[in-house]
C-alpha cells in the first residue's frame, strides 16, 4: 500500500515537475513557497503558492495558489492543497484562493475545504497594445475563483 507525504521541495525543482506534468500552464514566475507530496519516496505532485496576481486581491492577507500539477496519483492534488492552506495559516495568511478554469471539476478542492467565491468571464488575455504579450493558450476561457479561509 502506498503512503503519500507532504514533502518540501525547492521553487525549482517545483517548476521542472510543472514543466512536465501541468496540463495547460508554465511555471510561475515567482513564489512565497513551495510543496511537494511523495508516494513512497518519490515526488508525485507540487503546489506553488506565491501572491495573488490580481492586483486587487494582493491585500498582504491573501496568498494564491499559483501552480498544482500531479502525476495523477489518487488525492495528492487535494493533499497539496490542504498543506498548502495550513502553511498558509502558519505564516500568518487568512485566505488563500485558486482558479479552475471551465471543464475542471473542482473536485480537489472541495476535498480540501475550498468554496467557490465567484465565476469569472473569460477574457481575451494579457495582450495589449500598450505592452504585447505571447498568447499562453488559456485565452477566452471562463475561471472560477475558490478560497480558503476568512469565510470559507
Known amino acids: ?6 514533502t518540501t521541495v525547492r521553487f ?7 514543466t512536465a506534468w501541468h496540463r495547460h500552464h508554465r511555471p510561475p514566475v515567482g513564489h512565497v513557497f513551495s510543496l511537494g507530496v511523495s508516494c513512497d519516496g518519490v515526488l508525485v505532485g507540487v503546489a506553488i503558492v506565491g501572491h495573488p496576481v490580481a492586483r486587487r486581491l494582493d491585500d498582504r492577507q491573501t496568498l494564491e495558489v499559483t501552480r498544482t500539477a500531479t502525476d495523477g496519483t489518487s488525492n495528492a492534488n487535494s493533499m497539496l492543497y490542504g498543506a498548502a492552506w495550513r502553511a498558509a495559516k502558519a505564516l500568518g495568511y487568512i485566505r488563500l484562493i485558486t482558479y479552475t478554469q471551465d471543464g475542471e471539476s473542482g473536485a480537489s478542492l472541495r476535498a480540501a475545504g475550498y468554496r467557490v467565491v465567484a465565476e469569472r468571464p473569460a477574457r481575451p ?3 495589449r497594445p ?3 504579450r505571447t498568447p ?5 476561457i471562463q475561471r472560477t ?3 480558503a479561509g476568512s469565510a470559507a
Not at 500500500?1 to 507532504?6: E, G, K, N, P, Y
Request: aromatic share 12%; hydrophobic share 35%; charged share 25%.
Open 1 to 6: 500500500m502506498s503512503h503519500l507525504q507532504i
Open 12 to 18: 525549482r525543482k517545483a517548476c521542472d515537475f510543472v
Open 125 to 127: 488575455g494579457w495582450d
Open 130 to 132: 500598450s505592452r504585447p
Open 136 to 140: 499562453t493558450g488559456t485565452e477566452n
Open 145 to 147: 475563483l475558490w478560497e
